[in-house]
């Protein structure tokens, strides 16, 4: 079965603009999580979306938000962007029905914001 | 083989020894523990899982060990292969009710010829 895909691979975007990031998960994964991993910070969590609801946030200001779709797709979006915010962003699809199980990656999003 | 106490940022093994790999975890009541292998530009792969309820679990060249009193896991890995060089990070799952994974810092391993 085809993994998680995220798209666009690579973005470079200029400082205090925005940008929007996708998804998609597994088919017939219902969970989307979020991580944003940097060299000095590691991997850290953003958000969990299942069924189109937010079940879980992690500690980043709200220029970071997300959604998900009826397909179980996601998008997040990061507004204002800060030099700060250059990171691999990756997205973790799994069942969701049962937690903490088959966290799935997909190769991540490089942003880098000049 | 090489085995380490604590968690260190790097390890190098020669191929064909087998490699440990610690992680201390922060939380008393996390429940289930994966270990991910992630390879230059390419995101977290799964490795491994155990759940607290198992002090240990083999697959085919790892094994998992899990130690509730002093909140340590390990990986072992093998016969490490060239293909084994890469940053190995622990996660866990609290047990409340939450959907996140917590991950530790990571370690990298160099497979040495």
């Known amino acids: 079965k085809a993994g998680v895909t995220q798209t666009p691979r690579y973005l470079i975007k200029t400082r205090g603009q925005q940008v929007t990031l996708s998804c998609s998960p597994i088919s017939g994964h219902r969970s989307v999580s979020w991580y944003q991993q940097t060299p000095g910070q590691g991997l850290q969590f953003l958000f969990e979306?299942?069924?189109?609801?937010?079940?879980n946030k992690g500690n980043f200001p709200g220029r970071f938000s997300g959604r998900q779709f009826s397909n179980s797709r996601s998008e997040m979006n990061v507004s204002t962007l800060e030099l700060g915010d250059s990171a691999l962003y990756l997205c973790?699809?799994?069942?969701?029905?049962?937690?903490?199980?088959?966290?799935?990656f997909g190769s991540g999003t490089r942003l880098t914001v000049v | 083989g090489e085995s380490v106490g604590l968690h260190l940022p790097t390890l190098s093994v020669q191929e064909g020894d087998n490699s440990i790999i610690n992680c201390a975890y922060s939380?008393?009541?996390?429940?289930?523990f994966i270990w991910y292998k992630q390879e230059s530009g390419k995101g977290p792969q799964f490795i491994i899982d155990i759940r607290s309820n198992m002090d240990k679990r083999q697959g085919q060249r790892v094994t998992v060990l899990l130690n509730k009193t002093v909140k340590h896991l390990s990986l072992q890995i093998a016969a490490t292969q060239p293909g084994d060089s890469a940053v190995y990070f622990c996660?866990?799952?609290?047990?409340?009710?939450?959907?996140?994974?917590?991950f530790g810092a990571g370690t990298t391993v160099t497979v040495r010829a």
């Open positions: 939380n008393s009541a996390s429940d289930y």
């Open positions: 996660a866990e799952n609290f047990s409340s009710n939450d959907y996140k994974l917590s």
């Open positions: 973790a699809s799994s069942p969701g029905d049962t937690r903490g199980y088959g966290y799935t």
């Open positions: 979306y299942f069924s189109e609801t937010q079940r």
